[in-house]
C-alpha cells in the first residue's frame, strides 16, 4: 500500500504532539544501536518526542531514569558500534501481570502510546502481548488510583513495531534479520585465520558456530569457506553418515589438500534427535583417520565486533521504516514486524511472523525435517542444495574473476544437464570487442569453443551485447553467452548488485571510521570510486552516517554545497566531534573534490578544520565479504548450469548454433530473484555515455540518508514500505545470505 505524496509531507508534522520509546531485547546484535539511531532520528524528524529504555524489558518495568528522553545527538556516532548502547536485559517480571502493569504506568507517566522493540521472537511476542493487555491494564491501574480516568483515555492504545535482532538469521517473514550479516563476517574471519595454521601443520578443524535451532550461519559460512562437512539442526545426517565424512576428509588429502573444515552448529544433530557435538566430530575423525584435530567454539565473539555494512543499512532502513509506521498506526492495525525483501522494507504481520517461526521448531521437534527447512525459506533449500553439489562434485567448475572464455571439452550431448566442465583459454578481451571481432571470431573457431561466460563490470556485459548483435555476421558467435555482473560500482544493467561491491561498501566503511573517529571538530571529505554510479558513495554514506553523499545521479549546485557547509557549521558549533562528506568520483565536473574540500575548508574556518581523503583501489582491496563469496558461488552454479542446458536445446548437426536472444543474458539478482536478462532487452534500460542503468533501486535511500542527517529534504521522495504476508513469501525468498 503506498501513500500520495500529499499524505508523506502531512506525515512529517504527525509526530508533534506524540511520543516514541525504543528498547532493545533479549539476546545483543550487531546493528541494533544503527536501528536504535534511525528510530530516534526519524521519530525527531516527523516532530514526536523519543525516549531511550535503557536495559530492555527490565527497564520498562522498573522506569524511572532508565526512560530517558533522547535528542538528536544522543545517538550521534553510534552507527559503528556493535552491541547495544542503551543495553539489553532478560526481564521475568515483564512476563507476570504485574511487571505489565508497572511498565505500562511508567509509559503513561511519560504519554508514551508508541512502542519500538528491536529483539528475537520471544521479545516480539511479549510486545504483542503488552499491546493486547494494553487496555485492560489501564483499566487497573485507573481503579488503584494510580492514573486518572483522563489519562487512560488519552493513552487508551499503545502502537506496536517489531525490529527482528538475531544473528541466526532465524525469524521467518525477512530475508535477513539485523546482525546476521555481521555474525557472518565474525565467522569468516576466524574461518579464514585458522586456515592459514590449519594448511601449516595439515590439520583438520572442527568450528562449532551459533545456531541452537538454525542452522543459518553454519551453512553460508560453509559455502563460503569451502567446508568439507557440515552439521546443521534442520538437515541431519542420514545413516552412515561418520563413514562418508570420513571418505570425503581422507579423499581430500590424497588430491592434495592440507587442510580439512567441518563447519557444526550447536543445534546440530542427528536423524533420532540425538545431539552432534562437536567433540565427538573430533574423536571421530581422530579415532579413524589419525588427522591432527582441533576443536575451535566460536561463541560469543560472533555477536561482537562492529556491524557490517549491511547491517547498519538494514537497520537504518527498517528504523525509519518502523516509524512511519507507528505514525500511520490506528487502534485497529495490528502490531507489525519490519522485515526486507528484496532489498525493501516491508511490513509484514507482527504475530503471523512468530508462529511460522514456531512452526519450523515444532517441525524439527517431530523430525519433520524437510519441511522444516523449506519453512525456513527457498534461500536456505537452494543454498543446502549448493553446498550438497560441492561436497558431491567440489571439481563441478572453476570461476575466472576476470574475461574468460568457455572451451568445452566434448559434445554437449556428453554432459547431463546441469554439470559441465569448463577450462578457461587463454583469450580475454582487454577492450571491447568491435574493435578486435575478426580476431575474436578467429579464436572462437580455433579452440572450438561453444560457450562463453564473461565475469566482469559493464564492458563485460557491452562486449556480450556486441557479440551477440554480431551474430548476423559471423555464424561462430552463435553460442550461449553469459554474463556475471562483477565490478564494485555496481553499475551492470540487469542486477540488482554485482560481484564485489558489497565488500567495497565494507572496506571504505572500515578506513573512513578508522580516520574520523576521534578526531575533535574536524571535516573528512571522502572521495569514493564508482564512475558515474553514485552506489558506493550512498550506500557507504549511510553506513557510516555521512552529512552528505555527493553524486551524479542527484544534481547538486552551489547553493546546495553552501547549504551543507552551513548545516555542519551550526553542527560543529554544538560541540559535536567530526563531520563526514562523502563525493563520487564522477559526481560533478567542476566541483572536484579539491573544490569541495577548499570550499569547506574556507566557510568553516574558526569552526572546524577539513581533510581529504581518496579512497581509490583500496575499495577493491582485501578479502571478499560473506555476502560476495556466496553470491559468486550462487551465480556461478546457476550459470554452468544455464549454459549446459543452452549447449544442449542448442545441439545441432554435430555442433552448437543458438541466435535467440535468450541464449545471450546478464545473470542477475532482481529484488529477489535470481534471473537471466537478455543482453539485448537492456539495451533501453541502459545510459551507455554515464555506463550504467537509467533506473537504479538504491537511488530510492538518497531520501532516508538526507534525513537521518538532519537535511530539511522534501518527505514526499521517500518511498514507504509494503505490508505482506508471512504465509504468502515464506517459501519463496531466493535472494538471502
Known amino acids: 500500500v503506498k501513500m ?27 546493528g541494533m544501536n544503527a536501528a536504535v539511531r534511525a528510530v530516534t532520528r526519524m521519530g525527531i524528524y516527523v516532530g514526536a518526542k523519543v525516549y531511550l529504555i535503557y536495559e530492555g524489558y527490565q527497564g520498562l518495568v522498573d522506569g524511572g531514569d532508565n526512560i530517558k528522553l533522547a535528542h538528536w545527538h544522543s545517538v550521534t556516532n553510534i552507527i559503528q558500534q556493535g552491541g547495544t548502547v542503551i543495553g539489553s536485559a532478560r526481564c521475568k517480571a515483564f512476563t507476570t501481570r504485574e511487571g505489565r502493569l508497572a511498565a505500562a504506568f511508567n509509559l503513561v507517566k511519560k504519554g508514551i502510546t508508541n512502542l519500538c522493540v528491536c529483539g528475537g521472537d520471544g521479545s516480539l511476542t511479549g510486545a504483542n502481548l503488552f499491546r493486547t493487555e494494553w487496555s485492560s491494564l489501564l483499566e487497573e491501574l ?42 557472518l563476517h565474525r565467522i569468516m574471519e576466524i574461518i579464514d585465520a585458522i586456515m592459514t595454521t590449519a594448511q601449516s601443520h595439515q590439520r583438520t578443524f572442527v568450528l562449532e558456530v551459533m545456531g541452537r535451532h538454525c542452522g543459518y550461519l553454519a551453512l553460508v559460512s560453509a559455502l563460503a569457506s569451502g567446508a568439507d562437512w557440515l552439521f546443521i539442526p534442520e538437515a541431519p545426517p542420514q545413516e552412515g553418515w561418520e563413514d562418508r565424512m570420513c571418505a570425503r576428509l581422507e579423499g581430500s588429502r590424497i588430491k592434495g589438500s592440507r587442510l580439512n ?16 557435538p562437536s567433540t565427538y566430530v573430533k574423536d571421530l575423525v581422530v579415532k579413524r583417520l589419525g588427522y591432527d584435530t582441533r576443536v575451535t567454539v566460536l561463541g ?13 543499512i538494514l537497520s537504518s532502513k527498517l528504523g525509519v521504516e518502523a516509524v512511519i509506521a507507528l505514525m500511520e498506526a490506528s487502534p485497529t492495525t495490528p502490531a507489525c514486524a519490519i522485515g526486507l525483501s528484496g532489498n525493501h522494507p516491508v511490513r509484514l504481520p507482527l504475530m503471523e511472523c512468530v508462529e511460522m517461526t514456531k512452526l519450523v521448531q515444532t517441525a524439527m521437534n517431530e523430525k519433520r525435517f524437510d519441511e522444516a527447512i523449506k519453512l525456513r525459506g527457498g534461500s536456505l533449500v537452494k543454498v543446502s542444495s549448493i553446498h550438497i553439489i560441492f561436497n558431491q562434485a567440489h571439481d563441478l567448475m572453476i ?16 554432459f547431463p544437464a546441469g554439470v559441465l566442465r569448463t577450462t578457461g583459454t587463454s583469450t580475454s578481451f582487454l577492450t571491447l570487442p568491435n574493435k578486435h571481432m575478426e580476431k575474436i571470431v578467429e579464436t572462437i573457431a580455433k579452440f572450438n569453443i561453444s560457450a562463453l561466460l564473461v565475469i566482469g563490470g559493464f564492458e563485460g556485459y557491452e562486449g556480450v551485447l556486441q557479440l551477440f548483435e554480431a551474430r548476423s555476421r559471423y555464424d561462430e558467435l552463435c553460442i550461449p553467452m553469459c554474463v556475471i555482473p562483477a565490478t564494485i560500482s555496481n553499475n551492470v544493467p540487469g542486477t540488482d548488485f554485482s560481484l564485489g561491491a558489497d565488500t567495497a561498501v565494507n572496506a571504505g566503511c572500515d578506513k573512513i571510521k578508522q580516520s574520523a573517529t576521534g578526531t575533535k571538530r574536524r571535516v573528512f571529505v571522502v572521495e569514493t570510486m564508482g564512475g558515474f554510479c553514485g552506489y558506493l558513495a550512498t550506500c557507504t554514506g549511510i553506513a557510516v552516517g555521512a552529512d552528505a553523499a555527493y553524486i551524479f545521479e542527484d544534481p547538486f549546485n552551489i547553493h546546495d554545497l553552501k547549504t551543507n557547509v552551513d548545516h555542519l557549521t551550526e553542527k560543529m558549533k554544538k560541540d559535536i566531534q567530526r563531520g563526514l562528506v562523502l563525493r563520487n568520483e564522477k559526481c560533478h565536473e567542476n566541483y572536484t573534490t579539491d573544490f569541495i574540500h577548499k570550499l569547506y575548508s574556507s566557510e568553516g574556518k574558526g569552526v572546524f578544520d577539513c581533510r581529504v581523503n581518496v579512497l581509490g583501489h583500496l575499495q577493491q582491496g582485501g578479502a571478499p565479504s560473506p555476502f560476495d563469496r556466496n553470491f559468486g558461488t550462487k551465480l556461478g552454479v546457476r550459470a554452468v548450469q544455464w549454459i549446459s542446458e543452452r549447449l544442449t536445446e542448442n545441439f545441432r548437426q554435430d555442433r552448437v548454433f543458438a541466435n535467440s536472444p535468450e541464449t545471450a543474458c546478464v545473470l542477475g539478482l532482481n529484488r529477489k530473484v535470481i ?13 551507455f555515455e554515464h555506463r550504467m542503468p537509467k533506473v537504479q533501486w538504491w537511488f530510492k535511500l538518497r531520501p532516508m540518508l538526507k534525513m537521518l542527517a538532519k537535511y530539511q529534504t522534501s518527505f514526499c521522495e521517500y518511498v514507504p514500505g509494503e505490508i505482506e504476508h508471512v504465509t504468502r513469501r515464506s517459501i519463496s525468498i531466493d535472494s538471502g545470505f
Open 142 to 183: 485507573v481503579q488503584k488510583g494510580r492514573i486518572t480516568d483522563t489519562m487512560a483515555k488519552q493513552h487508551n492504545h499503545l502502537n506496536i513495531v517489531g525490529l527482528v535482532g538475531s544473528i541466526d538469521n532465524d525469524f521467518c517473514g525477512t530475508d535477513m534479520t539485523i546482525g546476521a550479516d555481521s555474525a
Open 4 to 30: 500520495s505524496s500529499m499524505d508523506l509531507e502531512k506525515l512529517k508534522m504527525t509526530g508533534a504532539g506524540r511520543a516514541i520509546a525504543v528498547l532493545t531485547s533479549g539476546g545483543d546484535a550487531q
Open 261 to 276: 573444515i567441518i563447519i557444526v552448529a550447536e543445534g546440530a544433530v542427528d536423524i533420532h534427535g540425538k545431539p552432534i
Open 300 to 312: 560469543h565473539v560472533q555477536r561482537g565486533g562492529t556491524p557490517s555494512a549491511f547491517d547498519r
Open 675 to 687: 534471473a537471466f536478462s537478455p543482453v539485448t532487452d537492456l539495451k533501453a534500460e541502459t545510459d
Open 399 to 414: 570461476l575466472f574473476f576476470s574475461v574468460q572464455i568457455i572451451k568445452k571439452e566434448a559434445k554437449s550431448k556428453d
